[in-house]
């Protein structure tokens, strides 16, 4: 039996490890959009105490596929090291967020059809520049020049591939399709201020636990994993436009103008 919190955490990962790699095959925080305010919804059918926890996972895992864009916030295991994950993204491959990863620092990314935006800090470029076997003078070189700083790939870009293809909707909600028939329900708990009901199901790693909200639309609002990779998931802002603005900083390094990578450009 597949472990569908791990691949809804691992699918989060999978795509920020791409963009956290991505940018190292070119040599070379976000603002993060909040969840809009509602009024209060009243209780969901889906999640009605008549319902099993299949009949209730079923309409969550519908409605959550369902959503034009959300919100992203994952802590797993990659590679054997932690990772954090905050992205926001949708269906039309629009994305922006952070990525935080041991040992790689942190990246920024803001991604629009027309472009990526990307911005590591001095541990990121280092870890760069380590895993291109860069001399210590060109290392020192490629910090001081991109560190904390905006580079811009046009989304057209070869280069860019890596991570055009990283904020898929799709792929992130593809482990929400047939919940295990040996889900149970569980108590209700409270994520990020709303009410919801939790169900247990078995999963390959261990057991997954899915909280789905009873009021309002019956989204899955977080997901947990525990046993041999443990593992959260928490989502939020669904159907929220994602700000694609590009950055007001007006040094911006912008890759169309280089003629090879930039970490080879210095």
């Given amino acids: 039996m597949r472990s569908r919190t791990k691949s809804r955490a691992a699918a989060a990962v999978a795509a920020a490890a791409a963009l956290l790699a991505g940018p190292t095959a070119c040599g070379p925080a976000a603002t993060r959009t909040a969840p809009p305010s509602s ?31 959300m919100r992203a916030v994952a802590t797993v295991q990659q590679d054997g090291k932690p990772m954090k994950v905050d992205l926001s993204l949708d269906r039309k491959g629009n994305c922006r967020g952070e990525i935080r990863m041991d040992g790689m620092g942190r ?43 905006w580079v811009r790939i046009p989304a057209s870009d070869p280069r860019a591939a890596p991570m055009t293809g990283s904020c898929d ?34 999963a390959k790693q261990g057991t997954q636990t899915d909280y789905v909200a009873t009021q309002g639309k019956p989204y899955v609002l977080k997901s947990t994993l525990m046993g041999d990779s443990p593992g959260e998931a928490l989502f ?20 169309s103008k280089l003629g090879g990578p930039a970490g080879e450009s210095i």
């Fill in 169 to 202: 909707l799709s792929k992130l909600t593809s482990g929400f399709d047939h919940p295990s028939p040996l889900a149970r329900r569980g108590e209700t708990a409270t994520v990020d201020g709303k009410p919801t009901v939790a169900v247990t199901s078995p």
């Fill in 107 to 149: 990246l920024d990314v803001i991604k629009s059809s027309e472009s990526v935006h990307f911005r590591g800090d001095e541990t990121y470029w280092r870890a760069v520049a380590k895993l291109k076997h860069s001399p210590q003078k060109q290392t020192d070189q490629i910090v001081a020049m991109l560190a904390e700083r």
């Fill in 236 to 255: 939020s802002a669904f159907d929220t436009p994602v700000d694609t603005a590009a950055p007001k900083d007006a040094d911006v390094l912008d890759m």
């Fill in 39 to 69: 009024p209060t919804a009243s209780p969901t059918p889906s999640a009605s105490p008549a319902r099993s926890g299949q009949e209730v996972l079923s309409a969550a895992y519908e409605t959550t596929r369902k959503a034009e864009s």
